[in-house]
């Protein structure tokens, strides 16, 4: 795949149906030949009618379904959730105490049913695989066994601007050793100007101190430009000198394939209600690769236990001494929720039916699509004239503001998701595509991420949200409501730091940047940035 490019496909395509890759056409015939195609149709799509914010004005049909591209923060609900959820109640209700050992998904054995399922998705073997918690509680947990700092070795390699949770869990777990953030956390940067990490740059950290590197946690997916990492490789490097390699698959699950067996690493965390479709706080995941485990724990391996991460056979013993359970599992500290793991196995049925390397074929395609639409009518490099993605393929217009795509263009080095920065402010954008029904979400300083998920996305969902993206920015009046006395080079204000996240700007007569928010900008969202 790695020597193929998506528009390669496009034209092929497009050449063998007569059709132009723009075309409405030609997104129904990709989507009339995807063989994934029916999956979409276990999946519940809001409705438009329902949402916040939507301009009923605008509304056809009461039924009409949103244009859902969000699932890099919450997934499609399954239609099979509701069933398994109400099993799991009727069970409860039929048998009482006696549904914790019986009946349909007997809730002391709960988190059981779907691992083995969930050790296939993250290429792992189940007893590496315990289903727990959720993610930032889960990395507390790991981190109070993996970061055991000494004189000699007490930093945390992570990059910087890290999803908020992680940063705030590795600082507060030095803090705990009575260590300071200043001194024992080195942040992976990119370099000035660029919004990706080099491979090179993270191998050259890794090289300098990892004498003094106690942990490395490395994200798979990068939250907010959605670059893929090339976990293996860095790990390899990071443990030839010593380090612990820990993994936030958060933004990976379910969207990449996973190899954590392959990749060799020390632990991972992640949370099942992103391209997992498990639910708003669904249940969380960890890895412990089984060179830890496979001698059974210690007095403090884990570092902190709990009653449901002893034994089976010695829990109800009430012993007064932690007997671990046999891999991943010793790490468990309470009864696991029965019905979240119902609500996680309506997903991983439906992810049992395929896999997530024969998605990613498709989300080569899918995601490749929507980049190239973006480029097409959004180009960075202004021209006299731009397209419109509609039927009529001679439809111009001048003076469309322009986007620029910061994940990686390497179909390899991304998942579904790409992060897009336009040269007009974000909230505006966000408050019109809301407004119509199309559900993505932003991420300050200045992106807005659309991921469109191969499970249960359509070619024909990236033809509309391109439309639709068209129709609103030709009704910005850029030259009078934006940018009046801008420069060309304003347009494209990058975001390197935190010296630029003030919330308003002292020169009032400066260009608005896209990349600066006011009070009333944030007041704005009432509460649309899914933070998630």
Excluded at 114 to 137: D, F, H, Q, S, W
């Amino acid at each position: 795949m790695s020597n193929n490019k998506p528009m390669n496909v496009f034209r092929a395509k497009a050449k063998h149906w007569n059709l132009a890759v723009d075309s409405a056409e030609f997104a129904m015939r990709l989507d009339q030949e995807d063989p994934f195609g029916t999956y979409r149709h276990q999946f519940i799509f809001p409705k438009k009618s329902d949402l916040p914010y939507v301009d009923k004005k605008r509304l056809f049909d009461d039924n009409e379904e949103a244009l859902y591209l969000c699932g890099q923060s919450l997934g499609l609900e399954p239609k099979t959730c509701k069933k398994n959820v109400k099993e799991v109640l009727k069970n409860w209700g039929e048998k009482g105490v006696h549904s914790h050992f019986h009946g349909y998904m007997p809730a002391a054995l709960s988190d059981l049913v779907p691992k083995t399922l969930m050790a296939r998705i993250v290429g792992a073997k189940p007893n590496e695989v315990a289903l727990m918690n959720a993610l930032t509680v889960n990395l507390h947990l790991l981190l109070s066994t993996f970061y055991r700092p000494s004189q000699r070795r007490h930093k945390i390699i992570i990059e910087e601007h890290a999803f908020s949770s992680d940063m705030f869990v590795v600082k507060s777990q030095i803090r705990f050793h009575g260590l300071s953030p200043d001194n024992s956390l080195i942040m992976l940067k990119t370099r000035p100007g660029e919004h990706l990490l080099r491979e090179e740059d993270i191998l050259e950290v890794i090289e300098k101190e990892g004498d003094n590197v106690m942990v490395a946690m490395l994200p798979a997916v990068q939250y907010y430009t959605g670059q893929l990492l090339n976990v293996q490789r860095l790990t390899k490097a990071a443990q030839n000198k010593g380090i612990v390699v820990g993994v936030d698959l958060a933004h990976a699950v379910g969207n990449v394939p996973i190899y954590l067996d392959k990749w060799n690493v020390d632990f991972a965390a992640w949370c099942t209600y992103k391209y997992l479709c498990s639910g708003a706080g669904g249940i969380g995941g960890i890895y412990v690769n089984e060179q830890y485990t496979e001698n059974g724990g210690s007095a403090t391996f884990p570092m902190l236990q709990g009653w449901w991460g002893n034994s089976i056979k010695t829990k109800f013993l009430m012993k007064d001494d932690f007997d671990p359970s046999i891999g991943a599992d010793m790490f468990k500290l309470s009864n696991p929720s029965p019905v979240l793991n119902a609500m996680l196995m309506a997903s991983l049925d439906i992810y049992n039916q395929t896999s997530v390397e024969e998605l990613k074929e498709k989300q080569f395609l899918l995601t490749g699509y929507l980049e190239y639409m973006i480029k097409s009518y959004f180009p960075r490099k202004r021209t006299s004239k731009t397209r419109h993605p509609s039927n009529d393929n001679n439809n111009l217009s001048g003076g469309m503001p322009s986007v620029e795509i910061i994940t990686p263009a390497d179909p390899d080095q991304r998942g579904a998701q790409l992060s897009l920065i336009f040269s007009v402010p974000l909230t505006p954008v966000q408050e019109e595509l809301q407004k119509r029904g199309v559900v993505c979400d932003i991420r300050m300083p200045s992106v807005m991420r659309v991921a469109p998920v191969p499970i249960y996305n359509s070619f024909t969902d990236v033809h509309k949200f391109v439309s639709i993206l068209y129709e609103i920015f030709e009704g910005f009046d850029i030259e009078k409501r934006l940018y009046d006395n801008c420069g060309e080079e304003d347009l494209f204000t990058e975001w390197h730091g935190d010296d630029n996240l003030s919330m308003s700007s002292s020169n009032s007569s400066a260009c608005p940047s896209p990349t600066t928010v006011s009070d009333s900008d944030c007041d704005s969202f009432n509460g649309s940035l899914n933070v998630l």
